[in-house]
Nanobody, 127 residues
Framework: QVQLVESGGGLVQAGGSLRLSCAASGLTFSNIAMGWFRQAPGKEREFVTTIQWLISGSTYYADSVKGRFNISRDNAKNTVYLQMSSLKPEDTAVYYC???????????????????WGQGTQVTVSS
């Protein structure tokens, strides 16, 4: 059974940085895409970024985080990282890691395409 475990959330001042990690276990397939989504109170869960594992290694970002966030992966550890910089109060949310089996090279940015989800980690950015 696939499990995703996130870590790295916390409280940071505006302009600061945080790095989130998401480790996947129980994988029986290697062509995957992993993504990060976030959900602020009273709002829908929204796409943040995604990365392909084997098909292309490509990345894709929501406009709201381009140039500030960076997604990367460690294939050997089945772990994806989200480096967040220049954080803003509007980045405050619960951040979720997600995983899907990948069948194409184009990015997976629709949350409905993801099968497995982590438990979420809180990121709070104070002004």
């Amino acid at each position: 059974q696939v499990q995703l475990v996130e870590s790295g959330g916390g409280l940071v001042q505006a302009g600061g940085s945080l790095r989130l990690s998401c480790a996947a276990s129980g994988l029986t397939f290697s062509n995957i895409a992993m993504g990060w989504f976030r959900q602020a109170p009273g709002k829908e869960r929204e796409f943040v970024t995604t990365i392909q594992w084997l098909i292309s290694g490509s990345t894709y970002y929501a406009d709201s985080v381009k140039g500030r966030f960076n997604i990367s992966r460690d294939n050997a550890k089945n772990t994806v990282y989200l480096q967040m910089s220049s954080l803003k109060p509007e980045d405050t949310a619960v951040y979720y890691c997600a995983l899907t089996r990948a069948y194409r090279s184009s990015p997976y940015y629709n949350r409905n395409e993801y099968t497995y989800w982590g438990q979420g980690t809180q990121v709070t950015v104070s002004s």
